[in-house]
């Protein structure tokens, strides 16, 4: 990735299919994706029921950047998905995710969806904090949905080879509960 600019104030735009080599790489250095693949971000960059919000920093001359964070959500007949949200590491704790779920909020009520669900891990306390603060409530948990986060891998040196990391978790790892949660958006 390139140079970061913490001082640097994010933009936010709707990507489209020609972002996903910067989404891929966002997922990509952290860690994800865990359940998806390349070819379904690319469908849901091009799906017109799904809008994916980006915040990019940096070469501000042109709408260059670097995406420093994204989120989708996906309208529902009565309701919207907040699919994803994803901070790159190096910029977590600045107010982006909160920034994006904004954003995500109000194009839901745009698209006039009654409810915004969604997902987390139920270990990922962060996020959860986060969608609380913003009046999110639980609704359930599915047990054992997500499958366990891939084991660390050891920093090699020049000329080692390495393993990439196994999508299915730290051997004997148990999966992860997933926490049901949503916003109600308007009385319905």
Do not use: H
Request: with cysteine; aromatic share 4%.
């Amino acid at each position: 990735m390139n140079a970061r600019s913490p001082a640097s104030k994010p933009r936010l735009v709707r990507l489209t299919e020609a972002d996903l080599p910067c989404v891929a790489a966002l997922e990509e250095a952290s860690g994800w994706p865990m359940g998806g693949s390349e070819a379904q971000l690319a469908a849901a960059l091009a799906d017109p029921a799904t809008a994916v919000y980006g915040l990019m920093v940096g070469d501000g001359q042109g709408g260059g950047g670097e995406l420093a964070a994204y989120a989708a959500v996906a309208r529902l007949p009565f309701e919207a998905e907040l699919q994803a949200i994803l901070v790159d590491e190096a910029r977590r704790g600045q107010g982006l995710a909160r920034k994006l779920l904004n954003v995500v909020v109000d194009q839901a009520r745009d698209w006039g969806s009654e409810r915004l669900l969604l997902e987390v891990r139920a270990g990922n306390a962060p996020a959860i904090a986060l969608y609380r603060a913003a009046g999110f409530t639980d609704d359930g948990v599915r047990r054992g949905y997500y499958p366990p986060r891939p084991a660390p891998q050891p920093a090699s040196l020049p000329g080692q080879e390495t393993t990439p990391p196994r999508q299915a978790g730290a051997a004997g790892a148990a999966r992860e509960d997933a926490l049901l949660m949503s916003l109600t958006l308007s009385a319905g």
